[in-house]
């Protein structure tokens, strides 16, 4: 099933877990998400950024194959622009099809993210899409350090900005970041903020900046309330290393073959999490498993 983000988000927050949404850009990766989301029975959301869509990835050629692909399976797959920070970048996923689109405007003043986010909500929403929005500032992890808590997401402000801007979702600032942390970092997270957060918005929360971030981190921040994790640079990482073991083992391997062996690790890798996050067996052939949304 092709689908926005919202439902499947708002199935995960009144059933508390989570789902993934797994950076993508080429097809090899799409194979592995959607086969993965197949098997595992979850829900999946496939991400990508703008600069990877201009880099590789081309939304006008990604969105009619994850769709083509998400229409031959029983579980809800999304595909999402991640980090949409240019209106023109967001306007041209809704065209190429994307079915849920992110505003980034987190590093503008609260009242210019407002602003921003109640555009792109609204234009989203009359297409039939999802809108993600973010407040506060998920950081760099080879910068990270856990003391910037000025740049955490603020409950009472989050608050005011759900109301004003009718995003579907939030990302949150708890205290991870994008990239590969620092060897031997692991991240402190603010839980008690992150409870707070969503004792007081009752609604779907993203994390951003999964990779690196730990098992018992990713456990108790589902535990605490997220409900969509990003993740790209561990997935990146499983594709390359085995990559480089199929090559090692037999150099003239088939480029075919190169590519089926990066598929089935970053399966293995994808199917491992979906059960970390609560993800695996919630929906089957007849939709949503057992659960009233209204």
């Keep these: 099933m092709y689908v926005s983000m919202k439902d499947m988000l708002w199935h995960a927050h009144k059933n508390q877990y989570a789902v993934m949404a797994i950076n993508c850009v080429n097809m090899e990766q799409a194979k592995a998400i959607i086969q993965s989301a197949e098997e595992e029975k979850s829900a999946v959301i496939l991400n990508i950024s703008p600069r990877q869509m201009k880099a590789h990835g081309h939304g006008d050629i990604l969105a009619p194959m994850i769709k083509g692909m998400a229409e031959k ?12 920070a240019d209106l023109g970048d967001i306007t041209k996923a809704i065209k190429y099809g994307f079915s849920s689109v992110m505003i980034d405007s987190s590093s503008y003043t609260f009242e210019e993210n407002i602003r921003r986010t109640q555009l792109v909500a609204s234009l989203a929403h009359s297409m039939g899409l999802s809108c993600e929005a973010e407040l506060g500032h998920v950081g760099m ?12 997401t603020d409950p009472g402000q989050a608050k005011e900005f759900v109301e004003k801007t009718g995003c579907d979702c939030l990302a949150v600032a708890i205290g991870t970041a994008h990239g590969s942390y620092p060897q031997g970092f692991v ?38 309330g997220i409900n969509k994790i990003n993740v790209c640079t561990d997935l990146f990482k499983h594709a390359r290393k085995a990559t480089a073991q199929a090559l090692e083992k037999n150099p003239e391997i088939d480029y075919m073959d190169l590519c089926i062996a990066a598929q089935n690790a970053m399966k293995e890798f994808i199917k491992e999490y979906m059960r970390v996050i609560g993800s695996s067996g919630r929906y089957n052939f007849e939709g949503y498993k057992g659960v009233e949304l209204d």
């Design 73 to 84: 399976v029983s579980v809800p797959i999304a595909f999402n622009l991640d980090h949409g």
């Design 141 to 152: 992890a080879n910068q990270a350090d856990n003391e910037k808590r000025d740049l955490y």
């Design 187 to 224: 991240p402190r997270l603010d839980f008690e903020r992150l409870r707070l957060l969503k004792q007081t918005l009752k609604m779907p929360l993203v994390l951003h900046g999964g990779s690196g971030a730990g098992d018992e981190n990713i456990k108790k921040a589902v535990a605490c």
